[in-house]
T-cell receptor, first 109, second 114 residues
Framework: AQRVTQPEKLLSVFKGAPVELKCNYS??????LFWYVQYSRQRLQLLLR??SRESIKGFTADLNKGETSFHLKKPFAQEEDSAMYYC???????????FGGGTRLMVKP | EADIYQTPRYLVIGTGKKITLECSQT?????MYWYQQDPGMELHLIHY???????EKGDLSSESTVSRIRTEHFPLTLESARPSHTSQYLC?????????????FGEGSWLTVV
């Protein structure tokens, strides 16, 4: 069974501070990991995926297979980063995306 | 405009009523999904479909049923709603051509059963 854990329900930081949203997973196959974001009054949308190795809105995430983690990081948080962030894992067949419980990021001025 | 639409956005109904949540996408995606999410909790996959006439149960058991008669349409039905069905239901679709499991979500349907 595949499982995604986001240990923090709420993360509050000041503007300009570094941010790390934690994500751990368990999966017996080769995982494909994603981060989804939901801004206030908007729909859930893809932020980034590990296979792309991209930086989106200053966020990056590195897949660490040894620690089974896919933490989301940003060196300097902005107020507009305040949102709900969900880590997600896709199975090998690509037909099931399992989400973590989500972390609410609040960036204070 | 290519998008995924859900109706109704908000629904309050009485126990025992039959309801159908509509979901349509104009992106030509083959795969479609229904997720259920209680406030502040995880998203759980309850149904998915690979294409027309294909429906599968997700990892969370649900009393709802789905159908996929047309590619663009994936309605979810509850034959007899109960208060335990109160939740947000998110419809989504994906296109393997844009990267495996890049899922696009609708705005969600909030269901309250009283």
């Amino acid at each position: 069974a595949q499982r995604v854990t986001q240990p923090e329900k709420l993360l509050s930081v000041f503007k300009g501070a570094p941010v790390e949203l934690k994500c751990n997973y368990s999966y017996s196959g080769s995982p494909e990991l994603f981060w989804y974001v939901q801004y206030s009054r908007q729909r859930l949308q893809l932020l980034l995926r590990h296979i792309s190795r991209e930086s989106i809105k200053g966020f990056t995430a590195d897949l660490n297979k040894g620690e089974t983690s896919f933490h989301l990081k940003k060196p300097f948080a902005q107020e507009e980063d305040s949102a709900m962030y969900y880590c997600a894992l896709s199975n090998n067949a690509g037909n099931m995306l399992t989400f973590g419980g989500g972390t609410r990021l609040m960036v204070k001025p | 405009e290519a998008d995924i639409y859900q109706t109704p956005r908000y629904l309050v109904i009485g126990t025992g009523k039959k309801i159908t949540l509509e979901c349509s996408q104009t992106m030509g995606h083959d795969k479609m999904y229904w997720y259920q999410q209680d406030p502040g909790m995880e998203l759980h996959l309850i149904h998915y479909s690979y294409g027309v006439n294909s429906t599968e149960k997700g990892d969370l058991s649900s009393e709802s049923t789905v159908s996929r008669i047309r590619t663009e349409h994936f309605p979810l039905t509850l034959e007899s709603a109960r208060p335990s069905h109160t939740s947000q239901y998110l419809c989504a679709s994906s296109d393997p051509g844009t990267g495996r499991n890049t899922i696009y979500f609708g705005e969600g349907s909030w269901l309250t059963v009283v």
